[in-house]
């Protein structure tokens, strides 16, 4: 087995393996020339540099951070504007590129992402950030369960049809369907079924007639004809959930819970 830096000066290259939700990997190297291992061709780019690594025994999340420039044409500012990279899975590693064995020092999830127009930084969450989710349900006065998911118990394929794309307003960021849509999309869901975002779901946040307005950036290579997945919306209040899905006995929220302000009250004389 390779043991790493075990000399002076060592022949040595990081390398970043990017896997998109999509299903398209990517990957990258520090050295000078495209190296190809692992069944991925890691494409030269000196300018991505890890700038940090911690990785401990303890249950605390493990971090990562990457920065540099972007000027590689497989990771454009629209593309991560659009949200293809979102909650990709991130390795990171080193390799000899003259033996080409490697060993992966990182491996996580892609958090967020920071950019200044020239350069970016990315933060990456280890699989031990799933443990800060607070696993005891919290009162709220709307349902804290999922639209068609755990805790819901209504059918998605009910609540989901399939649509044709048929105009593409980019200024308005609006999408318009060729089986028209109603207000009961509104807070729901649509997943690109090809195309350049193939897979990427986007919140809905208004619908009229054959047009629906999309919460982040469509990519610049959405045209009409593409085929995408529609969901129905939840405005997740009980007056919803019962008059229109007659699903009040799954309601997950407390809905006449007194509030906080109930401890700040305090009697008045009567008048």
Known sequence: MRVFFDRELDSVATFWRVFRTDGMALGFTSHDRDLLFGGIRHRAAPGMVPAAIRMTTEISDDEAEVEGALSHDSISESDLAAGLFDEAG???????WNSLESQVLYSGQLGRIEDNNSSFSAQLRSAKHILDHDLVPRTSPTCRAEFCGLGCGLSAQRFTSRQTVMNVDFEGNRLGLDGGVSSDVIDGRIRMLSGPQVGVSFGILDASSDWITLDR???SGVMPGIACELQQGCDHT???CSARFANAVNFRGEPFLPGNDLL???GQPSG
């Open 217 to 219: 950036p469509m990519a």
């Open 90 to 96: 991130i390795t990171i590693g080193v390799v000899d």
């Open 238 to 240: 009980l007056a919803t």
């Open 264 to 266: 700040a009250r305090y």
